[in-house]
């Protein structure tokens, strides 16, 4: 059968409980009212002086409570580099010119890097600001996560934060969570 990498199954998690990995990735800062749509591996973007294409794993339009829009452009990565961080900036400058919308890209850090990570970059681009966050997976409480019972944070709490003597313990931990929600996978 198809191995499925992490990667993937964070896209499809995404794809079906989105907001749940938004509202963990923009708060405290933005409080969501909408999710207007979320697209997968969205318009592809050439640009030869600075990276051949350049492709989001996800883009989601949002409106806030304060009804601001503004588009949220979401990688999944194992590996941190400055290099992945500019690609993201250069990304979100096109689309924040295309759409004539504020552009937040966020990268989803799955692993801890040798390196320290900056938190956010910020930039101003043609009228459109573009504020990039860093959600560094491994120093969220695993267990506040799994008392939420949010299904689109379950693929991730195996990564998180946890006190068990091992990772096999917690995520067998995790995976009876799952069992005891009863909720469909």
Not at 31 to 45: N, R
Not at 70 to 96: C, H, N, P
């Amino acid at each position: 059968g198809k191995r499925f990498t992490y990667d993937q199954v964070a896209k499809e998690t995404f794809l079906k409980y989105g907001k749940d990995l938004l509202e963990l990735s923009l708060s405290p800062e933005v409080h969501i009212a909408q999710i207007e749509e979320i697209v997968p591996e969205d318009k592809e973007i050439v640009m030869p002086r600075f990276l051949t294409e350049r492709r989001a794993d996800m883009v989601s339009r949002i409106r806030t409570k304060e009804r601001e829009r503004f588009l949220a452009v979401f990688e999944f990565q194992t590996e941190y580099s400055l290099g992945k961080v500019m690609d993201m900036v250069i990304y979100g400058a096109v689309r924040a010119k295309w759409e004539g919308l504020p552009v937040m890209p966020i990268m989803i850090l799955l692993k801890r890097p040798a390196q320290e990570v900056e938190a956010s970059f910020y930039c101003f681009y043609n009228q459109a600001s573009i504020r990039m966050k860093i959600v560094n997976i491994w120093e969220l409480d695993g267990y506040e996560v799994l008392k939420q019972r949010k299904l689109g944070l379950i693929s991730f709490a195996a990564l998180m934060k946890h006190k068990e003597e091992s990772g096999y313990v917690w995520i067998q931990k995790v995976l009876k969570e799952v069992v005891d929600f009863e909720l469909p996978l």
